[in-house]
Structures are given as structure tokens and as C-alpha cells.
């Protein structure tokens, strides 16, 4: 299965949203956060399929993953990890030190999920 990473056309946000879902829960949060602090929207695709998408906060620093999210017929795959991979390259050309994710304490999972990527615990902020 050939994958391909790119930004997203505006006129594919949409179709992305189901994705994006997977690591956002509130549709209202998700849709606020495109409009006023995402930077980037990257979609994952084989020839056929939407696989995955991405957000991107480029403007801080360090930069942020806001948002990564593999469709639910394609986890599992390492295509999560090729998408980190993918997004970490993008940061270091454009001259980016350090990424930041944030996620729920309660999610054992995407913590795993991240360190197996490399990232670490930094520290844990309330609520």
C-alpha cells in the first residue's frame, strides 16, 4: 500500500472531521480549533482511502500535534507512527527544535502510543 502525507485542500477539510474526531471529542472544540489555532491539516491517503489526518499549531514554539488521527480500518498498521515520523521531518525543515503534544492523563494509550514515537513526558497540568 503506497501512502502519500500532504496538507489538505480547504475543500477536503470536511471529510477529514470523522478523523480528526478520533483524538478530539467534542466536535465543537475540534471545529473552534480549526478555525482559530490550527496552522496546518495534513491528510494521510493511499491511492483509495482517506488512512488519516493531522493538525499542526507551526506559529508556537515548540510547535504542537493538535490533533493525529488514523481512520479505525487502518490502526494498528504503524501508520500512526509513520505519520509522527512524517510530521517531526516537516518541523525540522522548517527549523523547529521541539513538538509538543498534549493528551488526557486518562489516555494510557495515546501516551504509549507517543512515547513509542519518542516523545517524553514533560509534565501533567490539571484539568
Known sequence: MAIAIRQARDDELEA?????????????????????????VYCMDDSEHLVGAATMKWRSDPCEIMELGIACDFQRQGLGKEFVA?????????????????????SIANIAFYQKCGFRMDHVRQD
Open 16 to 40: 477529514l472531521i470523522p478523523i480528526l474526531l478520533l483524538a478530539e471529542q467534542s466536535e465543537r472544540a475540534l471545529r473552534r480549533g480549526l478555525a482559530n489555532l490550527v496552522d496546518a
Open 86 to 106: 512524517w510530521l517531526i521531518k516537516e518541523a525540522r525543515q522548517r527549523g523547529k527544535r521541539q513538538i509538543l503534544v498534549g493528551t488526557s492523563n486518562s
